[in-house]
């Protein structure tokens, strides 16, 4: 479609709450500078005030996502289909030109649902889709099984999936997911008109044999670079850990490999009762969640970024960010975070969820890095900003759309 006149961004939010949210309103923002129309397309207020100014439309439903609704039947029911989505993106389709528009989607799962696929598939629309996650295949969302901490290997949607108490919250509530993701799997899983955009080779090779469909290509997703650049991280002494304060993001094992060998570490991040953890692990600094700009100012004191997690990931930005300002990271081996390291190079990778083989790769940190090994000039620092995302998107959009 060399004759692209508007894009439609899809996405729950209207603000930035996480990653997929992040990429959608700064792809929209982008694109829009661009010189396209653009029109941002979401359920949840408030909406970011860079992107109103930017987009030529935003139409927000301001309905309440499904864990902010305390009305819990409606949220039920509007969590697996919302009624409201449906219709305004029908009015939307019939007023744009259907040769000169691309529909993108980035997260439907938490307010928009399947019903925007429903009208999508409708109007004979083959929208571009970005596997953030991995809700495409999962009920939820992550192959992990929460109630165990572990990893899950069963088939999504399966008889045995649908015995498994894998939920965050219960039992009950699996059951709903796995209600949502059989009302979702008819348009989207086993939809042939969608063209998923996957970010990293690891994420997609989990999903890849459950999605009936053969429309796929690769875009990685954009990173925000750090001001500052650390020269030689071995001069400093401290371990930090970034993200979300919750057992499948590993937090537990950075606690314990830390203060198992008594080394200084930082917590940047929420999700867990600061204070306790404070008295309980008194060599770690907890400094609660923090903006890009205030993790700024703190990372030039990190040694080394240690990235725990226990799940499989989509693409963490953490660990190109950090690598970008000249500091090593270590990570798990079956993640999507191992992607981005050279082994012995810019960073370590260890046997997943084993504590005893993260303190070796801390300790095999601690000993080269005071032998100047972990020079950043060994590994390309090089991040992939916004404007070589659009520019590669637009490409995309051109060739498939």
Request: hydrophobic share 40%.
């Amino acid at each position: 479609m060399e004759n692209i006149d508007t894009i439609v961004i899809l996405n729950d939010f209207g603000y930035i709450n996480g990653g997929a949210a992040k990429v959608a309103i700064q792809s929209a923002i982008a694109l829009s500078n661009k010189g396209y129309k653009v029109i941002y397309f979401c359920v949840v207020k408030p909406i970011d005030k860079e992107l109103l100014s930017a987009v030529n439309q935003v139409i927000c439903l301001e309905q309440e996502d499904i864990l902010s609704n305390d009305n819990k039947v409606q949220a039920a029911i509007q969590g697996i289909w919302n009624k409201k989505a449906y219709i305004k993106l029908q009015e939307l389709i019939q007023k744009l030109p259907p040769k000169k528009t691309v529909y993108h989607v980035h997260g439907w799962i938490k307010a928009l649902t399947a019903s925007i696929f429903a009208v999508m598939k409708k109007n004979n629309i083959v929208p571009f889709v970005t596997l953030h996650d991995y809700f495409s295949v999962c009920p939820n969302g992550g192959f992990y099984n929460y109630s165990k901490d572990k990893k899950c290997n069963l088939v999504p949607m399966g008889i045995k999936c649908l015995f498994c108490n894998c939920d965050k919250r219960s039992y009950i509530q699996k059951i709903w997911r796995y209600i949502r993701q059989a009302v979702q799997d008819k348009y989207i899983r086993y939809n042939n008109n969608i063209i998923y955009v996957y970010i990293s080779g690891f994420s997609f090779s989990k999903m890849k044999k459950y999605l009936k469909c053969n429309k796929y290509i690769y875009l990685k997703n954009p990173c925000d670079k750090f001001s500052v650049f650390v020269k030689d991280a071995s001069l400093n002494k401290s371990y930090y850990y970034i993200g979300r304060m919750s057992p499948e993001k590993g937090i537990d094992l950075f606690l314990k490999a830390m203060t198992g060998l008594k080394l200084h570490g930082t917590v940047i991040g929420d999700g867990m009762d600061i204070s306790l953890l404070e008295e309980k692990y008194p060599l770690i600094k907890f400094e609660g969640w923090k903006t890009h700009k205030q993790i700024e100012d703190l990372i030039i004191n990190a040694r080394c970024l240690v990235y725990p997690s226990k799940w499989y990931e989509g693409s963490p930005l953490t660990i190109p960010e950090v690598l970008g300002c000249g500091i090593p990271c270590i990570v798990p081996d079956d993640c999507a975070a191992a992607g981005f390291i050279q082994d012995g190079i810019n960073g370590y990778i260890y046997k997943s969820g084993n504590i005893g083989e993260l303190k070796k790769a801390i300790l095999k940190m601690e000993s080269e890095t005071k032998e100047g090994v972990f020079n950043y000039k060994q590994w390309n620092t090089d991040i992939y900003l916004i404007d070589k995302h659009v520019k590669d998107l637009i490409c995309i959009y051109k060739k498939l759309a």
